[in-house]
């Protein structure tokens, strides 16, 4: 699979509520916009990308990307995002990404290509040495049917979702944990300090 061959999507729908409500890719970390980091981590791997979001839609369209609201599966978590994402893609498969990740591995799409391609999958999720995480997937358009069954059915968990399909981890053993995603303020500013560490030991 190669970048033109595919498509992202970056989830920006949370409600932030365990940071006070803000919207946390539009939030600067170590003096950017966290989404600026998720965008330009995606941008070498895909063919184009989508952002999902049901807020400060301007700001996210001033991107110069397509903007993409949950519409009829609003308030349905994540997965509403991912429907609506797959709803829209013009390509067989979606990267899906969350927006608050502050530094995405830069080979995520094909470690989850391949550990799709090896076990004969529908879908790859990452995981890293602490455990799943379900957000960063590679999700096919043909699977809409079913999620949008599962929606309807009042299915909402992204886990519970993969388990009605042939799902694989790919393995992230050495990427920290802290570069998923950040939630609460201490991980926001752990997430922080260890970019900027990051950043200074390469340069």
């Given amino acids: 699979m190669t970048a033109r061959s595919i498509s992202a999507l970056v989830l920006c729908g949370g409600t932030g509520s365990r940071l006070g409500g803000v919207d946390k890719p539009l939030q600067p970390l170590a003096d950017r916009p966290l989404i600026e980091r998720v965008l330009e981590r995606l941008a070498p791997q895909v063919m184009d990308i989508a952002i999902s979001a049901n807020r400060h839609v301007e700001q996210y369209a001033g991107y110069g990307l397509p903007v993409i609201g949950d519409g009829r599966w609003a308030d349905c978590g994540p997965l509403a995002g991912i429907a609506a994402g797959l709803d829209a893609a013009n390509t067989d498969d979606v990267l899906c990404v969350p927006g608050d990740a502050p530094l995405l591995p830069d080979d995520l799409l094909a470690r989850l290509d391949a550990a799709r391609a090896q076990r004969r999958a529908d879908l790859a999720y990452a995981e890293d040495h602490a455990g799943p995480q379900p957000l960063c997937c590679l999700v096919p358009r043909a699977l809409l049917g079913d999620l949008v069954a599962y929606l309807e059915a009042g299915g909402r968990t992204p886990r519970d979702w993969f388990a009605r399909h042939a799902a694989v981890a790919a393995p992230f053993p050495?990427?920290?944990?802290?570069?998923?995603?950040?939630?609460?303020?201490?991980?926001?500013?752990?997430?922080?300090r260890r970019l900027s560490d990051t950043l200074i030991a390469s340069e």
């Fill in 174 to 192: 050495e990427w920290p944990l802290w570069a998923w995603s950040a939630n609460t303020p201490d991980e926001w500013l752990n997430a922080e």
